[in-house]
Protein backbone atom coordinates (compact mmCIF):
# COMPACT_ATOMS: atom_id res chain seq x y z
CA UNK A 1 0.00 0.00 0.00
CA UNK A 2 0.99 3.59 -0.88
CA UNK A 3 -1.08 4.87 2.18
CA UNK A 4 -1.56 8.28 1.68
CA UNK A 5 -0.37 10.56 -1.13
CA UNK A 6 -0.31 13.99 -1.56
CA UNK A 7 0.58 16.03 -4.99
CA UNK A 8 2.02 18.47 -5.23
CA UNK A 9 4.61 19.00 -2.82
CA UNK A 10 5.64 21.78 -3.11
CA UNK A 11 4.24 24.92 -5.15
CA UNK A 12 4.27 28.68 -5.31
CA UNK A 13 1.26 30.82 -6.15
CA UNK A 14 0.70 34.33 -6.99
CA UNK A 15 -2.36 36.36 -5.35
CA UNK A 16 -5.45 35.42 -6.99
CA UNK A 17 -3.92 32.15 -8.64
CA UNK A 18 -6.02 28.98 -8.33
CA UNK A 19 -4.75 25.59 -7.42
CA UNK A 20 -6.12 21.99 -6.70
CA UNK A 21 -4.34 20.25 -3.93
CA UNK A 22 -4.53 16.33 -4.56
CA UNK A 23 -4.71 13.25 -2.02
CA UNK A 24 -5.61 10.53 -2.63
CA UNK A 25 -5.50 6.33 -0.22
CA UNK A 26 -5.18 3.27 -1.27
CA UNK A 27 -6.71 1.43 2.18
CA UNK A 28 -10.23 2.25 1.61
CA UNK A 29 -10.73 4.14 4.51
CA UNK A 30 -14.27 6.61 4.99
CA UNK A 31 -13.29 9.33 6.83
CA UNK A 32 -10.75 11.84 5.04
CA UNK A 33 -9.31 15.00 6.07
CA UNK A 34 -7.13 18.26 4.76
CA UNK A 35 -5.50 20.52 8.02
CA UNK A 36 -3.10 23.27 7.72
CA UNK A 37 -0.24 23.82 9.65
CA UNK A 38 1.06 27.44 9.98
CA UNK A 39 5.06 27.76 10.99
CA UNK A 40 5.21 27.05 14.66
CA UNK A 41 1.72 26.15 15.01
CA UNK A 42 -0.52 22.89 15.48
CA UNK A 43 -3.07 21.72 12.51
CA UNK A 44 -5.99 23.26 11.83
CA UNK A 45 -8.54 21.26 10.70
CA UNK A 46 -9.76 22.58 6.74
CA UNK A 47 -12.54 20.30 5.97
CA UNK A 48 -13.27 16.39 6.65
CA UNK A 49 -15.27 13.77 4.39
CA UNK A 50 -17.12 10.90 6.14
CA UNK A 51 -17.24 9.07 3.07
CA UNK A 52 -18.24 9.35 -0.93
CA UNK A 53 -20.47 12.30 -1.52
CA UNK A 54 -19.96 13.53 2.16
CA UNK A 55 -18.42 16.42 3.00
CA UNK A 56 -18.19 19.22 5.93
CA UNK A 57 -16.36 22.07 6.97
CA UNK A 58 -13.69 22.20 9.63
CA UNK A 59 -11.70 24.90 11.61
CA UNK A 60 -10.71 27.16 9.08
CA UNK A 61 -12.66 26.18 5.65
CA UNK A 62 -12.96 30.02 4.42
CA UNK A 63 -10.95 30.43 1.26
CA UNK A 64 -10.83 26.35 0.24
CA UNK A 65 -13.55 23.93 -1.51
CA UNK A 66 -13.61 19.81 -1.49
CA UNK A 67 -15.49 17.73 -3.26
CA UNK A 68 -15.64 13.89 -2.53
CA UNK A 69 -16.68 12.08 -5.53
CA UNK A 70 -14.36 8.28 -4.35
CA UNK A 71 -13.70 6.94 -1.71
CA UNK A 72 -9.91 7.02 -2.45
CA UNK A 73 -9.82 10.74 -3.66
CA UNK A 74 -10.25 13.82 -1.92
CA UNK A 75 -8.78 17.05 -3.49
CA UNK A 76 -8.98 20.59 -2.05
CA UNK A 77 -9.29 23.29 -3.91
CA UNK A 78 -7.72 26.91 -3.45
CA UNK A 79 -9.74 29.80 -5.20
CA UNK A 80 -8.11 33.30 -5.40
CA UNK A 81 -5.26 32.36 -3.49
CA UNK A 82 -4.13 34.87 -0.53
CA UNK A 83 -0.61 35.32 1.03
CA UNK A 84 -2.82 33.89 5.00
CA UNK A 85 -3.07 30.67 2.73
CA UNK A 86 0.41 30.21 2.87
CA UNK A 87 1.38 26.82 5.10
CA UNK A 88 1.79 22.85 4.71
CA UNK A 89 -0.71 20.85 4.12
CA UNK A 90 -1.58 18.00 5.49
CA UNK A 91 -4.17 15.02 4.17
CA UNK A 92 -4.88 12.18 6.41
CA UNK A 93 -7.53 9.53 6.25
CA UNK A 94 -8.78 6.75 8.87
CA UNK A 95 -10.93 3.68 8.98
CA UNK A 96 -14.56 3.86 10.01
CA UNK A 97 -13.68 0.43 12.49
CA UNK A 98 -12.71 0.83 15.56
CA UNK A 99 -14.47 4.02 15.96
CA UNK A 100 -12.46 7.33 16.69
CA UNK A 101 -9.69 5.70 18.48
CA UNK A 102 -8.30 4.73 14.90
CA UNK A 103 -4.97 5.98 13.75
CA UNK A 104 -5.29 8.53 11.49
CA UNK A 105 -2.75 8.12 9.06
CA UNK A 106 -0.98 11.21 6.78
CA UNK A 107 0.52 12.42 4.22
CA UNK A 108 3.85 13.61 3.49
CA UNK A 109 2.06 17.14 3.35
CA UNK A 110 2.60 20.17 0.18
CA UNK A 111 4.15 23.18 1.04
CA UNK A 112 2.26 26.16 -0.30
CA UNK A 113 3.60 29.79 -0.59
CA UNK A 114 1.48 32.56 -2.05
CA UNK A 115 3.61 35.19 -3.04
CA UNK B 1 -15.09 24.15 22.15
CA UNK B 2 -12.21 22.00 22.65
CA UNK B 3 -8.81 23.10 23.25
CA UNK B 4 -5.77 21.75 23.83
CA UNK B 5 -2.78 23.33 25.09
CA UNK B 6 0.96 23.02 25.12
CA UNK B 7 2.76 25.31 27.58
CA UNK B 8 6.38 24.47 26.24
CA UNK B 9 7.68 25.84 23.28
CA UNK B 10 10.79 23.76 23.18
CA UNK B 11 12.61 21.87 25.60
CA UNK B 12 16.27 20.64 25.11
CA UNK B 13 17.49 17.33 27.15
CA UNK B 14 21.05 14.84 27.04
CA UNK B 15 20.64 11.59 25.09
CA UNK B 16 19.59 8.73 27.65
CA UNK B 17 17.50 11.16 30.17
CA UNK B 18 14.27 11.28 30.70
CA UNK B 19 12.35 14.31 29.65
CA UNK B 20 8.28 15.09 30.23
CA UNK B 21 5.76 16.79 28.13
CA UNK B 22 2.61 18.50 29.17
CA UNK B 23 -0.39 18.86 27.79
CA UNK B 24 -3.82 20.35 29.27
CA UNK B 25 -7.24 19.89 27.33
CA UNK B 26 -10.51 21.45 27.88
CA UNK B 27 -13.71 19.80 26.88
CA UNK B 28 -17.25 19.06 28.25
CA UNK B 29 -17.63 15.87 26.95
CA UNK B 30 -17.04 12.87 29.22
CA UNK B 31 -15.82 10.63 26.68
CA UNK B 32 -12.80 11.43 24.31
CA UNK B 33 -9.51 10.36 22.72
CA UNK B 34 -6.14 11.50 23.50
CA UNK B 35 -3.06 11.23 21.49
CA UNK B 36 0.25 12.58 20.95
CA UNK B 37 2.16 12.52 17.51
CA UNK B 38 5.91 13.22 16.92
CA UNK B 39 6.67 15.59 13.44
CA UNK B 40 10.61 15.00 12.50
CA UNK B 41 12.28 17.45 10.35
CA UNK B 42 10.78 15.33 7.08
CA UNK B 43 7.10 16.88 8.18
CA UNK B 44 6.00 13.09 8.76
CA UNK B 45 3.17 13.35 11.01
CA UNK B 46 3.84 9.77 13.03
CA UNK B 47 1.71 8.58 15.95
CA UNK B 48 3.51 7.74 19.26
CA UNK B 49 0.72 6.96 21.56
CA UNK B 50 -2.88 7.20 22.46
CA UNK B 51 -5.50 7.29 25.21
CA UNK B 52 -8.98 6.26 26.07
CA UNK B 53 -10.27 9.17 28.63
CA UNK B 54 -13.03 6.09 30.18
CA UNK B 55 -9.40 3.81 30.72
CA UNK B 56 -8.01 5.11 33.93
CA UNK B 57 -4.92 2.58 33.61
CA UNK B 58 -2.07 5.31 31.51
CA UNK B 59 -0.78 3.90 28.11
CA UNK B 60 2.69 2.73 27.27
CA UNK B 61 4.50 2.06 23.93
CA UNK B 62 7.78 1.05 24.73
CA UNK B 63 10.12 4.06 26.08
CA UNK B 64 6.88 6.50 25.67
CA UNK B 65 4.28 6.24 28.58
CA UNK B 66 1.16 8.98 29.51
CA UNK B 67 0.14 10.72 32.67
CA UNK B 68 -3.25 11.28 32.38
CA UNK B 69 -5.70 12.62 34.75
CA UNK B 70 -8.31 12.92 33.62
CA UNK B 71 -10.26 15.32 36.50
CA UNK B 72 -7.01 17.91 35.77
CA UNK B 73 -7.66 17.22 32.47
CA UNK B 74 -4.34 16.72 31.70
CA UNK B 75 -1.89 14.36 29.52
CA UNK B 76 1.97 14.33 29.63
CA UNK B 77 4.14 12.36 27.65
CA UNK B 78 7.23 10.84 29.32
CA UNK B 79 9.98 9.45 26.92
CA UNK B 80 12.47 7.74 28.72
CA UNK B 81 16.21 6.55 28.17
CA UNK B 82 15.75 9.14 24.94
CA UNK B 83 17.44 8.98 22.15
CA UNK B 84 18.71 11.31 18.94
CA UNK B 85 15.80 9.97 16.84
CA UNK B 86 13.31 11.22 19.65
CA UNK B 87 14.22 15.13 17.91
CA UNK B 88 11.14 16.57 16.79
CA UNK B 89 7.61 18.18 17.18
CA UNK B 90 5.63 16.85 19.83
CA UNK B 91 1.59 17.29 19.34
CA UNK B 92 -0.80 16.90 21.83
CA UNK B 93 -4.24 15.84 20.15
CA UNK B 94 -7.95 15.50 21.22
CA UNK B 95 -10.99 13.96 19.66
CA UNK B 96 -14.40 13.96 21.21
CA UNK B 97 -16.52 10.73 20.74
CA UNK B 98 -19.63 12.18 20.74
CA UNK B 99 -20.28 14.90 17.55
CA UNK B 100 -18.39 15.57 14.55
CA UNK B 101 -14.89 13.86 13.72
CA UNK B 102 -13.04 16.51 14.58
CA UNK B 103 -9.00 16.41 15.86
CA UNK B 104 -8.00 18.91 17.99
CA UNK B 105 -4.22 19.60 18.09
CA UNK B 106 -2.35 21.78 20.34
CA UNK B 107 0.38 24.49 19.28
CA UNK B 108 3.77 21.44 19.52
CA UNK B 109 6.32 21.31 21.67
CA UNK B 110 9.82 21.30 20.21
CA UNK B 111 12.05 18.37 21.74
CA UNK B 112 15.94 18.82 21.10
CA UNK B 113 17.75 15.64 22.24
CA UNK B 114 21.71 16.28 22.63
CA UNK B 115 24.08 14.09 22.55
Known amino acids: NAGVTQTPKFRILKIGQSMTLQCAQD?????MYWYRQDPGMGLKLIYY???????DKGEVPNGYNVSRSTTEDFPLRLELAAPSQTSVYFC??????????????FGPGTRLTVL | AQTVTQSQPEMSVQEAETVTLSCTYDTSENNYYLFWYKQPPSRQMILVIRQEAYKQQNATENRFSVNFQKAAKSFSLKISDSQLGDTAMYFC????????????FGQGTRLTINP
Open chain 1, 92 to 105: ASRSAAGGLYNEQF
Open chain 1, 49 to 55: SVGAGIT
Open chain 1, 27 to 31: MNHNY
Open chain 2, 93 to 104: AFIPIQGAQKLV
